[in-house]
């Protein structure tokens, strides 16, 4: 059935398509799939990924920029040179595949265990945190009269919308109480510059080759708001995957990340970035918790979803490091 629909879809727009194959699910959530394919082609078939919200679903969730405005922004990145997967064609109505749009597939690994400990990859870890900052400054970069229109965000919106989903909850948490505290006292206020912010750069939203970083995907969570918050949550402790002493990513320190940003011509502010970690510490701790509750209460029981739910008590103790005197 998939495969007849996109097949119908890509003779529209790709010439001398004959077809397409192996199209496979990879993943879905409550609102959006995500399709592997291969277009055929007598010049060479082609890999693809289709990503869409089917028609009939629901809304997107309220933080996410909705597909349209993140195939605008990938195709905007590859045009800058951002590593970022080709876009091949934006989803029609007439295509009656829902939302969405299709991009070529990239070859790599977005598994962290397998990044951070396979042999594979073994040349590429020292040189990725310095590299990743160069990327975060080529996106932070892009011109803003050229974006799609997105939320824009604030450290005080922030805090509003994570006590929000926080207070929603059943039972206080005396540890996300004290860092919602924190925040508030600590709140740098509107940053002097406002630039894309890619929204969720971490593992699992890049593929990793042997020679490096290859693509970087889901934009989703893309706003625009103060650069400094997407190196802060690159440096969360839960995306290091137990290499603790590697704030970034489990694979390089803050000063490769600093040293790479900075070489591109962008300034970093270190306060600002910790603020932004312990922002997205908490931010990523309300999730797992939003996570649990689901589990518990919703008709479906996925185990994955109580898997990241146990994690809320390892956030509380990421924040307490934080929050220590002199403590990262």
């Known amino acids: 059935?998939?495969?007849?629909?996109?097949?119908?879809?890509?003779?529209?727009?790709?010439?001398?398509?004959?077809?397409?194959?192996?199209?496979?699910?990879?993943?879905?959530?409550?609102?959006?799939?995500?399709?592997?394919?291969?277009?055929?082609?007598?010049?060479?078939?082609?890999?693809?990924?289709?990503?869409?919200?089917?028609?009939?679903?629901?809304?997107?969730?309220?933080?996410?920029?909705?597909?349209?405005?993140?195939?605008?922004?990938?195709?905007?990145?590859?045009?800058?040179?951002?590593?970022?997967?080709?876009?091949?064609?934006?989803?029609?109505?007439?295509?009656?595949?829902?939302?969405?749009?299709?991009?070529?597939?990239v070859a790599g690994e977005t598994i962290p265990r397998k990044i951070l400990r396979d042999d594979t990859f073994a040349a590429a870890r020292p040189k990725l945190a310095r590299r990743l900052g160069g990327i975060l400054?080529?996106?932070?970069?892009?011109?803003?009269?050229?974006?799609?229109?997105?939320?824009?965000?604030?450290?005080?919106?922030?805090?509003?919308?994570?006590?929000?989903?926080?207070?929603?909850?059943?039972?206080?948490?005396?540890?996300?109480?004290?860092?919602?505290?924190?925040?508030?006292?600590?709140?740098?206020?509107?940053?002097?510059?406002?630039?894309?912010?890619?929204?969720?750069?971490r593992h699992g939203n890049l593929i990793i080759g042997p020679d490096g970083l290859r693509a970087v995907l889901d934009w989703e969570l893309a706003h625009t708001g103060d650069p400094m918050e997407d190196l802060g949550w690159i440096c969360v402790n839960s995306w290091r995957f137990g290499e603790i002493d590697k704030p970034v990513g489990g694979f390089g320190s803050r000063e490769e990340l600093f040293a790479g940003y900075e070489a591109a011509g962008h300034r970093v502010d270190a306060s600002r970035v910790t603020f932004w970690e312990v922002m997205g510490t908490l931010r990523w701790g309300v999730m797992c918790c939003g996570m649990m509750q689901r589990f518990r209460s919703g008709p479906e029981h996925s185990i994955e979803r109580a898997m990241i739910g146990r994690r809320s008590s390892e956030t509380e103790i990421d924040l307490l490091r934080l929050l220590a005197p002199g403590g990262k």
Request: aromatic share 6%; hydrophobic share 45%.
């Open 1 to 105: 059935m998939m495969e007849a629909q996109l097949a119908r879809c890509v003779a529209a727009w790709c010439p001398g398509a004959t077809g397409v194959a192996g199209a496979t699910r990879l993943s879905g959530g409550a609102s959006q799939e995500t399709w592997s394919f291969d277009i055929l082609h007598p010049g060479g078939d082609i890999g693809a990924i289709l990503r869409r919200a089917p028609q009939g679903y629901g809304a997107a969730p309220a933080r996410a920029a909705g597909l349209n405005a993140e195939a605008a922004l990938m195709q905007l990145a590859h045009a800058a040179g951002v590593p970022s997967p080709k876009m091949l064609y934006v989803l029609q109505p007439n295509d009656r595949l829902g939302t969405g749009f299709i991009m070529e597939r």
């Open 137 to 201: 400054a080529a996106i932070h970069g892009l011109p803003l009269p050229q974006l799609p229109e997105l939320r824009r965000m604030t450290a005080a919106t922030e805090i509003s919308e994570i006590e929000r989903d926080y207070r929603s909850f059943a039972g206080p948490r005396p540890v996300f109480e004290l860092a919602l505290r924190w925040l508030r006292k600590h709140d740098p206020g509107p940053s002097e510059d406002v630039t894309l912010v890619h929204g969720d750069f």
